[in-house]
């Protein structure tokens, strides 16, 4: 006899109506997916490129008929839960292609991640939907980078796409991903150093994260109140 808990930690086959229920289960109460039915955060921030919260299926099959969408980038990364392989499973019969690309939204960024994402955006199938869970602070920091990349626009502008209007809120611990980009500001009107040139050149990841933590010791903790992934 196979016991509950045993049972929940077994991987969800799709293919069984068991499977099924237990990955919309976890879509729409596990991973807050009730909340999304009405609010998507979706936004479209270039002539190519959207930002937007954690789809369903329901949504996918939307997206691909209204903004004929060719590419989605999961933000979250591979994942075993029921939302990812839902999303999988969507674009797949969407004729849409489902790239992982995991980022933080409370840590500095590695050097190679911010590489790798500029090369991501030069070589996707446009147009794009770019995703995390909530829409607000990994699309943020990566939607930046998509503007600076492959739009050319100056950090300090491209900035904008980590503000209120996307639910991003700079006072908690993903403050963390604005403080990155003024890092580089900062030295960059030192330096003269593009970007670009700043990544290559390689930063310390654990002195920034430190100095970001040790600003934010009085500050009031908003990620607490939030309940924030």
């Known amino acids: 006899m196979t016991s509950g808990a045993a049972t929940m930690g077994s991987p969800i086959d799709l293919e069984t109506p068991a499977g099924r229920r237990r990955a919309r289960k976890e879509l729409i109460w596990g991973d807050h997916g009730f909340l999304r039915l009405k ?31 060719k590419t989605i980038l999961n933000l979250r990364g591979e994942s ?3 939302y990812y392989l839902l999303e999988k499973e969507a674009c797949a019969r969407n004729g849409i292609e489902l790239v992982d690309f995991q980022m933080f939204s409370r840590d500095i960024p590695p050097p190679e991640n911010v590489l790798a994402a500029k090369k991501l955006f030069d070589s996707i199938a446009y147009p794009a939907l770019m995703h995390c869970k909530s829409g607000a602070d990994r699309a943020g920091i990566m939607a930046v980078l998509y503007m600076h990349f492959r739009k050319g626009e100056p950090i300090g502008q491209a900035l904008e796409m980590l503000s209120r209007k996307y639910l991003h809120i700079k006072q908690g611990k993903t403050g963390v991903l604005d403080f990155f980009f003024e890092a580089y500001l900062a030295e960059s009107a030192a330096t003269g150093l593009s970007f670009q040139e700043w990544v290559e050149k390689g930063y310390d990841r654990a002195a920034l994260k430190a100095k970001f933590l040790k600003t934010r010791k009085s500050k009031l903790n908003v990620d607490e109140i939030m309940r924030r992934e």
């Open 39 to 69: 609010f998507r955060n979706l936004h479209r921030i270039s002539d190519e490129m959207y930002r937007a919260n954690q789809p369903s299926p329901e949504h996918i099959a939307r997206y691909a008929k209204e903004l004929g969408l």
């Open 80 to 82: 075993p839960k029921g």
